[in-house]
């Protein structure tokens, strides 16, 4: 059914893969870990053009900010003709709600679509969406663009001793199907390389929140509903990540974890140069200003001209 989101994210992944591969080895666990890693730099690198069209926007809200707060004054008592008057607003300067959420909603299917693909890598669990088979099968049955033989050389890949389609809380048995491809891991392996990638998503994840929220107009932050709601994800989410951890593949980790790195840089570079754009106006007006004043001691130029001419000197007698 979602065939259309699983096989493109597979062939992303691949392609990482083989590259990596070449290089570290078909089964090493820091291929496999730099292909999901690069799987993620390759969709934000699609998102870019969104992301500035989400900027746009908003540099938007903060401009329209006053105006928005005068239409709801205005027409406080009428919530009906407050929305017309604001899509009207909207209208006429272009603006796009929907643009501050559409990179959101792209990266969501991938992020599912990535938790899927790694998960059908082994499928020996018999619960809610598993198809239970036996190790054998499942080590014979191809992953969507992977081969069989991909799908054996994950299961053999180790990072730090911890195969990265297994999580805290994977049950023993689906840890056996690791048994003829590498060992069967323990669950303190796999904590201890899944614990450290949690703590540096949630840590990450809330320091970007941070950082977008003090890059918004203070007043914008008190009135909007989304940047309330941005208040509220400063916490939630990353309290989420860490409380949830435990129940994600080591493979979906880092893919949080450099999602939120590749967002860190994004937001630090924008806040450097928004800063230097800031700053470059009010150097040259400070400038043009320091040109112009009159120096001390300086006789006041005046650039009128008299009515009728100039005015001739003559020879005092």
Same mark, same amino acid.
């Given at each position: 059914? !979602?065939?259309?989101?699983?096989?493109?994210?597979?062939?992303?992944?691949?392609?990482?893969?083989?590259? &990596?591969?070449?290089?570290?080895?078909?089964?090493?666990?820091?291929?496999?870990?730099?292909?999901? @890693?690069? #799987?993620? =730099?390759? %969709?934000?690198?699609?998102?870019?053009?969104? @992301?500035?069209?989400?900027?746009?926007?908003?540099?938007?809200?903060?401009?329209?900010?006053?105006?928005?707060?005068?239409?709801?004054?205005?027409?406080?008592?009428?919530?009906?003709?407050?929305?017309?008057?604001?899509?009207?607003?909207?209208?006429?300067?272009? &603006?796009?709600?929907?643009?501050?959420?559409?990179?959101?909603?792209?990266?969501?299917?991938? &992020?599912?679509?990535?938790?899927?693909?790694?998960?059908?890598?082994?499928?020996?669990?018999?619960?809610? *969406?598993?198809?239970?088979?036996?190790?054998?099968?499942?080590?014979?049955?191809?992953?969507?663009?992977?081969?069989?033989?991909?799908?054996?050389? =994950?299961?053999?890949?180790? !990072?730090?001793?911890?195969?990265?389609?297994?999580?805290?809380?994977?049950?023993?048995?689906?840890?056996?199907?690791?048994?003829?491809?590498?060992?069967?891991?323990?669950?303190?392996?796999?904590?201890?390389?899944?614990?450290?990638?949690?703590?540096?998503?949630? #840590?990450?994840?809330?320091?970007?929140?941070?950082?977008?929220?003090? *890059?918004?107009?203070?007043?914008?932050?008190?009135?909007?509903? @989304?940047?309330?709601?941005?208040?509220?994800? !400063?916490? %939630?989410?990353?309290?989420?990540?860490?409380?949830?951890?435990?129940?994600?593949?080591?493979?979906?980790? #880092?893919? !949080?974890?450099?999602?939120?790195?590749?967002?860190?840089?994004?937001?630090?570079?924008?806040? %450097?140069?928004?800063?230097?754009?800031?700053?470059?106006?009010?150097?040259?007006?400070?400038?043009?200003?320091?040109?112009?004043?009159?120096?001390?001691?300086?006789?006041?130029?005046?650039?009128?001209?008299?009515?009728?001419?100039?005015?001739?000197r003559g020879k005092t007698r």
């Amino acid at each position: 059914m !979602l065939d259309f989101i699983y096989y493109p994210v597979s062939a992303i992944l691949w392609f990482w893969h083989t590259a &990596f591969g070449a290089l570290l080895g078909p089964d090493s666990g820091f291929a496999w870990a730099l292909a999901v @890693v690069f #799987l993620v =730099f390759t %969709v934000r690198i699609f998102l870019l053009r969104i @992301v500035i069209e989400q900027l746009r926007t908003a540099r938007q809200i903060r401009e329209l900010q006053p105006r928005i707060k005068a239409l709801r004054k205005t027409y406080a008592g009428d919530r009906m003709r407050q929305a017309i008057e604001m899509r009207k607003l909207q209208k006429d300067h272009g &603006f796009n709600p929907w643009m501050g959420y559409l990179p959101i909603l792209v990266q969501a299917p991938v &992020f599912l679509g990535l938790y899927h693909v790694l998960r059908s890598f082994n499928r020996t669990g018999t619960g809610w *969406g598993q198809l239970g088979m036996s190790p054998e099968a499942n080590a014979a049955t191809p992953n969507y663009v992977f081969s069989a033989t991909g799908v054996q050389s =994950f299961l053999t890949a180790r !990072l730090f001793g911890a195969p990265i389609s297994a999580a805290i809380t994977t049950p023993d048995s689906m840890l056996a199907s690791f048994a003829s491809f590498g060992g069967v891991p323990t669950t303190g392996a796999i904590a201890a390389v899944a614990i450290p990638l949690m703590l540096i998503a949630g #840590l990450a994840t809330h320091f970007n929140a941070r950082a977008s929220l003090a *890059g918004q107009n203070p007043g914008a932050v008190q009135d909007s509903r @989304v940047a309330m709601m941005k208040q509220v994800m !400063l916490w %939630v989410l990353p309290l989420g990540v860490l409380a949830g951890g435990s129940f994600l593949a080591i493979a979906i980790l #880092l893919y !949080l974890v450099s999602n939120s790195v590749w967002t860190y840089g994004q937001q630090h570079i924008i806040s %450097v140069r928004t800063n230097r754009e800031k700053a470059l106006p009010a150097t040259s007006a400070v400038d043009r200003r320091a040109a112009t004043a009159p120096r001390p001691g300086a006789r006041p130029v005046n650039s009128e001209k008299p009515a009728g001419g100039r005015k001739r000197r003559g020879k005092t007698r």
